[in-house]
């Protein structure tokens, strides 16, 4: 089956520095990814749809300057968390689409101290 | 009124029981949905696909949907300790490959053995 992974699956990161979320799609190829947040008890929320070789196309209230998507290649999109604050803190997880589907990957537990 | 409400439970049920849960929603452009299942601190898991109303099973699983009702539900038979998850409902207006994905709070199952 399609199998989506993730890099790193937890992170704690200082105020004010900047996280990268890695997101692969291992055994097939994916020219859309999508990247979700998801805070304790609450639903996933779509941050922005990525799409290889050009730029990601952000949800509304998503800061796309804060939030850099880079989808270099089929296989990998990365999510850079620009200038973490404690309020970024959250599961993040990405999705990549094949046929009719969405793959999740095991997410990313990113705390800001 | 949220897009889509589910009962976040927690749910806790002996094993062999049958288990319910349910979603409704509001938007009537919603054509596509999905269950997915997800264990603590790892990315969701596609159980169930539907696009029509009725019922579709898939072993131990049954999906439902009523549209005329906006309201579609997920029957686990038989219910195992390894089914204890959280379950979501997700929603889609364009099929689950374009990441308009709406999501439920997720109901937090415990099959106790």
């Known amino acids: 089956g399609a199998v989506v992974s993730q890099h790193p699956s937890w992170v704690i990161c200082k105020s004010g520095t900047s996280v990268k979320i890695e997101c692969r799609s291992l055994?097939?190829?994916?020219?859309?990814m999508f990247w979700y947040r998801q805070f304790p008890k609450q639903s996933l929320m779509l941050m922005a749809t990525s799409n290889e070789g050009s730029k990601a196309t952000y949800e509304q209230g998503v800061e796309k300057d804060k939030f850099l998507i880079n989808h270099a290649s089929l296989t990998l999109s990365t999510l850079t968390v620009t200038s973490a604050h404690p309020e970024d803190s959250s599961f993040y997880i990405c999705?990549?689409?094949?046929?009719?589907?969405?793959?999740f990957g095991p997410g990313t537990r990113l705390t800001v101290t | 009124q949220k897009e889509v409400e589910q009962d976040p439970g927690p749910l806790s049920v002996p094993e062999g029981a049958i288990v319910s849960l349910n979603c409704t929603y509001s938007?009537?452009?919603?054509?596509?949905f999905m269950w997915y299942r997800q264990y603590s601190r790892k990315g969701p898991e596609l159980l169930m696909y539907?696009?029509?109303?009725g019922n579709k099973e898939d072993g131990r699983f049954t999906a439902q949907v009523d549209k005329s009702s906006k309201y579609i539900s997920l029957f686990i038979r038989d219910s195992q300790p390894s089914d204890s998850a959280t379950y979501l409902c997700a929603m889609s207006a364009f099929g689950g490959s374009q990441g308009n994905l709406i999501f439920g709070k997720g109901t937090k199952l415990s099959v106790k053995p």
């Open positions: 999705s990549a689409h094949q046929t009719y589907e969405q793959y």
């Open positions: 055994d097939f190829q994916a020219t859309t």
């Open positions: 539907t696009y029509s109303s």
């Open positions: 938007n009537s452009a919603f054509q596509y």
